[in-house]
């Protein structure tokens, strides 16, 4: 399709879903993310207390898992996203302007329950909006946009404080400009995050609800026999992916720095390329089901991450480590861009909202556990053996999916041809 079909025509939706992500990312996942723990230590939280402030997310998003799903069903998916999106910009405002910590475990614990709003009505939106033919290109397309944006946000972030200083020195009290790393540089920071995440809605705002993604009606809810146990089935493969994520992206940086003495900026480097390769390699997404279907395809680059994570845990040399992370860091990060639109191409869309609040709430089970265990598993056997674990539970991941959903994405490309 050419420029107008993205512009005016049917492909308008699915640009101006982009243009969200990519200002919801920059704000929200790509400042605020770094800057948070620094601004709790300024405030003088110890290390205990930010660890505690870091879980509660988790817990928000597990306790309310299936009630957003529920309130999905019941007032639209689109709705959900907009409200979730404008929480998030209030409960990052709450942050720095009522630092105390009580306030500040209640506004993690509503980031974590906005987080789980977001994205279990995200991917049922996304799929509503992009025909069915499109829509691993649009998660790949998404994928994209999504990491490239939070890169920006991280650049920005870090020198954002200093900039936030000079501006204000001789203006603000001179405690508040004395340094970089001061609560005022830290809080004006996550205040303007806040307000870049308010204004991604402008765009989503100009998307049309159309007939493919409404609420559920209340009368239509009541006829639905949600199958709680099949799709507890149908999401298990969630609950080794949230454990083997649990296990890589909190440790990644102190893996490289204690098992290759290396200085910040050099982890900082390795792990920005790690970024680049978890957004772009997505974009094979289309070819690889157009060769081997979603099932197949995500058990081949599933392995290929288990690999790459094996050679990472067993490697002495720091560039065989550092090709090791890329290939294993890239090739995992497949899986939610096609693992999403294969399971609910195979469901109806009025379990949609129930399927991905039950696969939020495994997937924060496994990274939960994963995080609680993980300083336990590092100093008992060391970051090289979690690596291996971890290159285990991805592998497991890969074949969970291909035996749960082989045969039934055989089925229905069988009936779409014989309809």
């Known amino acids: 399709m050419n420029l107008t079909s993205w512009l005016t025509g049917p492909r308008r939706p699915v640009m101006l879903m982009l243009c969200y992500s990519a200002l919801f990312h920059v704000g929200l996942m790509g400042m605020a993310d770094v800057v948070l723990n620094f601004y709790f230590v300024s405030l003088g939280y110890e290390v205990q207390t930010i660890g505690l402030l870091q879980s509660l997310p988790r817990l928000g998003g597990l306790l309310t898992g299936v009630p957003v799903g529920l309130l ?152 639905v026999r949600i199958p709680w146990g099949f799709l507890l089935r149908l999401n298990f493969p969630l609950l080794l992916f949230g454990f083997t994520g649990g296990l890589t992206f909190p440790f990644y940086n102190l893996f490289f720095r204690t098992q290759f003495n290396l200085p910040d900026a050099t982890v900082g480097t390795i792990l920005s390329a790690g970024w680049l390769g978890m957004g772009l390699l997505p974009l094979l997404n289309p070819w690889l089901e157009a060769r081997y279907g979603r099932a197949v395809g995500l058990g081949i680059v599933m392995a290929i991450a288990a690999a790459g994570f094996m050679v990472l845990g067993l490697a002495g040399a720091l560039l065989l480590a550092v090709v090791a992370y890329l290939v294993a860091a890239s090739f995992r990060n497949v899986f939610q861009n096609l693992f999403q639109p294969l399971m609910m191409d195979y469901l109806p869309v009025e379990l949609h909202n129930m399927t991905t609040s039950i696969g939020i709430v495994l997937w924060n089970i496994g990274w939960m556990f994963a995080t609680a265990t993980g300083g336990t598993l590092q100093k008992v056997i060391g970051y090289g053996a979690m690596m291996q674990m971890v290159a285990v539970g991805v592998l497991l991941t890969g074949i969970s999916v291909v035996v749960i959903f082989r045969q039934r994405e055989l089925d229905s490309r069988q009936n779409r041809v014989n309809v």
């Open 72 to 223: 999905a069903n019941r007032i639209g998916t689109y709705r959900v996203v907009l409200y979730a999106t404008l929480g998030y910009s209030l409960t990052y405002a709450m942050l720095v302007l009522l630092p105390a910590l009580p306030t500040l475990m209640l506004s993690y614990f509503l980031i974590g329950f906005m987080y789980g709003a977001q994205q279990i009505a995200l991917m049922p939106l996304m799929m509503a909006l992009a025909e069915k033919d499109f829509r691993t290109r649009f998660f790949a397309y998404h994928n994209v946009v999504s990491l490239a944006s939070m890169a920006v946000g991280s650049m920005v972030a870090g020198r954002l404080p200093a900039i936030i200083v000079g501006l204000f020195a001789g203006i603000a009290p001179a405690a508040f400009t004395a340094s970089a790393t001061t609560p005022f540089a830290y809080g004006i920071t996550l205040l303007i995050a806040a307000v870049l995440t308010a204004l991604s809605v402008l765009p989503f705002l100009l998307i049309r609800v159309t007939a493919d993604h409404p609420a559920v009606s209340l009368e239509k809810l009541k006829k």
